[in-house]
């Protein structure tokens, strides 16, 4: 990759086309992301916004649109949704047809011409279903692409289904955009705690000392949804849990806890010891895995999701899973990293659990092990679960927690969203939080078996759990039997400030 030019700021005459602009992604993400970099002045000067979708309507449709998307809570933010609209303009074409990226092209000809700019530089944002992602790829290299200045070419998620298909996706873009010109976004890489992950162990040196397999027992990467798949099940039927969650954004935290320091934070850098980690994991066994599927809430009032109509009535897609994955180098030999994803449970939370081995035995009895718990969403946070005395006359411990709840610590700031933050890295040429080929190759390599093994063995039905359950009834006893001690029925409890301290 040429590092002095994948790195090139787009400062000015910049053009951002989002493709698929009147989709799902764009009305919940895509374009309240640009709103928020536009409000807090972070987009390139004088830059543009062009929607193509299929649609056919005109621009003061499409500006009704964008302003649906975007919640006003206050007169002066209304006012600037005003001029972020003053810099949208939108096209209708199809996917597949010369003509209408000819059209679309003669459009940002138009307003390039104005500016009078020696240079072109074009994003284009590709919120679509993958199924056009080759299609589109090649009609924006044959029509679309700037005859002078930088083209930035920025993917979605799902990148192929298998380590096969995959590769085709790769094989695709790979004659018409160079890697340093692809941008695929992982929104996890984006998020404040996870891009936080790197500052915590390499940035304090009490946790880079105990940050191996001589000190921890087993690191826990959890993600719950508390909603199903509510009447869009037939996208998500096709991917199911692993493919939609854990091959992607739990194996990219997973990356982040166990890489070695990187030289620099160059992207490079970061992303090179990334990929050594999985490099050195073996891909999943069925014999470390469970897999569920959420039924009827027990009270009735939740379908489950066969129940949805748009699920195949019998599908064996997993909602829930639980695997273990190991990494074979001197850190981590022997450390059972649990990964752990769910829709329709109890709770909103993606979190971190890093759990210490137990204190050797002597003065102390069943003394509650140590662990360091990330807290990604909602409410980010760091604490650890650490051993006290109990206040009083007694040796008596207690677990106590130090710690770092953001929303309190930092109440006057403001932590960006994950395509805020992505968006922008993109205009800055900042690939660190993003997915090189490579590692995407090595992702897939990791999970394909197991994936062709559930899909091919039909004898394989997940577990039901009760939508707005923990999961199913055996994930105690799995985690358990990876060396996990679960010592803390009440969860985390947030530490409470009386007036006065109780004295003897």
Request: charged share 30%; aromatic share 10%.
């Amino acid at each position: 990759m040429d590092i002095a030019f994948s790195s090139i700021e787009l400062k000015d005459d910049t053009i951002i086309v989002v493709l698929g602009a009147s989709g799902d992604l764009a009305k919940k993400k895509t374009f309240p992301a640009l709103f928020g970099l536009f409000r807090n002045k972070f987009l390139p000067k004088d830059i543009r916004v062009v929607g193509y979708a299929r649609t056919k309507m005109d621009t003061d449709e499409y500006l009704k649109r964008v302003r649906s998307y975007i919640k006003v809570p206050t007169k002066e933010i209304e006012d600037q949704l005003d001029q972020f609209c003053k810099m949208c303009t939108y096209v209708s074409g199809q996917y597949d047809q010369d003509d209408s990226f000819i059209n679309l092209n003669k459009h940002l000809e138009g307003i390039e011409n104005k500016r009078q700019s020696k240079e072109q530089n074009r994003v284009f944002y590709m919120a679509l279903p993958p199924s056009v992602f080759t299609t589109v790829s090649e009609q924006l290299k044959r029509n679309c692409y700037p005859k002078s200045g930088l083209a930035r070419i920025i993917v979605e998620k799902p990148f192929g289904k298998d380590l096969q298909s995959s590769r085709d996706l790769h094989k695709a873009l790979e004659p018409n955009w160079k890697e340093d010109e692809i941008f695929r976004i992982d929104h996890y890489l984006g998020k404040e705690m996870v891009k936080n992950i790197l500052i915590l162990r390499f940035g304090n040196e009490f946790f880079n000392a105990t940050w191996n397999r001589r000190h921890i027992d087993n690191i826990q990467i959890t993600f719950k949804e508390p909603f199903g798949t509510e009447g869009r099940g037939g996208y998500f039927d096709e991917f199911g849990i692993i493919r939609d969650v854990m091959q992607n954004h739990l194996l990219q935290v997973l990356t982040l806890l166990a890489m070695e320091r990187p030289i620099s934070f160059s992207s490079e850098d970061i992303r090179d010891e990334k990929v050594r980690v999985l490099r050195a994991m073996d891909a999943i066994e069925p014999k470390n895995v469970i897999i569920g599927q959420y039924g009827r809430s027990l009270d009735g009032s939740k379908p489950g999701y066969l129940e949805d109509d748009t699920v195949p009535k019998e599908s064996r897609c997993p909602t829930f899973c639980a695997m273990v994955a190991y990494i074979k180098n001197e850190r981590w030999d022997g450390v059972p990293f649990i990964l752990k994803a769910g829709k329709a449970l109890n709770e909103q939370k993606t979190e971190v659990r890093i759990q210490f081995k137990d204190v050797t035995s002597g003065i102390f009895k069943d003394i509650p092990r140590n662990e360091l718990v990330i807290r990604v969403q909602p409410n980010e946070s760091v604490y650890i679960k650490m051993n006290s005395k109990l206040p009083g006359l007694s040796m008596q411990t207690v677990v106590t927690e130090l710690d770092l709840t953001y929303r309190r610590r930092f109440s006057d700031l403001k932590i960006p969203e994950a395509y805020e933050s992505l968006i922008l890295d993109a205009f800055k040429g900042d690939h660190s939080n993003f997915v090189r080929d490579d590692e995407l190759d090595a992702s897939w390599r990791i999970f394909t078996p197991l994936l062709h093994y559930l899909d091919d063995n039909k004898e394989i039905i997940p577990m039901e759990y009760p939508y707005g359950s923990r999961g199913p009834a055996v994930l105690d006893d799995f985690t358990a039997s990876y060396g996990y001690k679960f010592s803390d029925a009440a969860g985390y409890q947030w530490p409470v400030t009386t007036s006065a301290p109780n004295r003897l």
